[in-house]
């Protein structure tokens, strides 16, 4: 199977050219990063520490691939998605921090090729997702609910999309308007209403990435918690994704359709 990866050069980029590299059903086709980077023309295997690829970092993708992973930014996503849509290649997206209508546009090209967009590729962050909706919906309105996520100090958005994912899983299950988030909290803010969820982002070092909800009752807590202790549950994810898409129908996919529904 043929890859084209968006944000080669970054975090999640190299880790992604390292891991496919060494599995040998994939072959990287293209490796993208953005105009100025200082990277650009190098061999893409050797950037990552993987050797030498025979890729060189671009600044446009030129080249078919059967499926196309996206860890970059919004807008680059957005401009760089449909072309790769338009050569047939199917969408592994995993950039957060999407507008509403960037998140429309990229969902837009389910009509044409298979997309998945998630927040986060881990299966033990998917797995958190449903024990928080299900503890959610067990314990009510007898809990208050705050999330608590920790990233590295060069993340560019806050909340983290996991985060907010999250919170929508609380939300449908107590339902709960989305617009109950409150983001952190500072001077007078009075008694905290039952129907709100908080929102805490915390930005240090390299950390690669930390949830915990906290279910707080009277006299007692529950806290559901997951720590990547480094991003190859993100990568290994994608590349498993990856691997399911590629032969699927155009549509928009999520990580229930990989995973499976499993047993409440
Ligand atoms: P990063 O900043 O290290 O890498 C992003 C890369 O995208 C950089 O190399 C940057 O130069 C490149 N880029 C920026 N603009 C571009 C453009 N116009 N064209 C091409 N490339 C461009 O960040 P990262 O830690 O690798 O994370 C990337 C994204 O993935 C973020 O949105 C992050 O939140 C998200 N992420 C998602 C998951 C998940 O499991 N879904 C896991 C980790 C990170």
């Known amino acids: 199977m043929t890859l084209g990866l968006l944000g080669a050069a970054g975090r999640m980029g190299r880790r992604i050219i390292q891991l496919s590299a060494a599995d040998p059903a994939f072959r990287i086709a293209f490796a993208v990063d953005r105009p100025g980077a200082a990277e650009i023309g190098q061999d893409a295997g050797t950037l990552a520490g993987a050797g030498p690829l025979g890729v060189r970092l671009a600044t446009t993708a030129e080249v078919a691939a059967d499926v196309v992973i996206d860890f970059s930014s919004p807008a680059a996503s957005v401009a760089l998605l449909p072309a790769c849509a338009g050569r047939g290649a199917a969408l ?56 608590v996520e920790r990233h590295h100090r060069s ?21 709960l308007d989305p617009d109950s988030y409150v983001h952190g909290r500072s001077g ?9 969820i908080g929102l805490h982002a915390l930005r240090t070092a390299d950390n690669p990435g930390e949830h915990t909800v906290v279910f707080g009752l009277t006299g007692e807590c ?4 997951h720590r990547a202790l480094n991003r190859d549950g993100f990568v290994l994810g994608a590349l498993d994704a990856a691997k399911q898409l590629a032969n699927r129908p155009a549509g928009l996919y999520s990580m229930d359709d990989l995973v499976g529904p499993g047993g409440d």
């Not at 997206?93 to 009509?111: C, H, K, M, S, Y």
């Not at 993340?155 to 339902?175: F, I, M, N, Q």
């Not at 529950?222 to 918690?225: D, P």
């Open 92 to 147: 592994v997206v995993g950039t957060t921090g999407f507008a509403p209508d960037q998140r429309r546009q990229v969902e837009a090209l389910a009509d044409q090729v298979p997309v998945l967009i998630s927040a986060n590729f881990s299966r033990a962050v998917y797995v958190l997702m449903r024990l928080v909706a299900r503890a959610a919906a067990l314990l009510g309105e007898s809990a208050d609910v705050e999330i």
């Open 155 to 175: 993340k560019a958005d806050a909340p983290s999309g996991t985060a907010l994912r999250l919170a929508e899983c609380v939300a449908a299950s107590r339902g």
């Open 188 to 196: 007078h803010t009075g008694a905290r209403p039952r129907d709100q």
């Open 222 to 225: 529950l806290e559901l918690s």
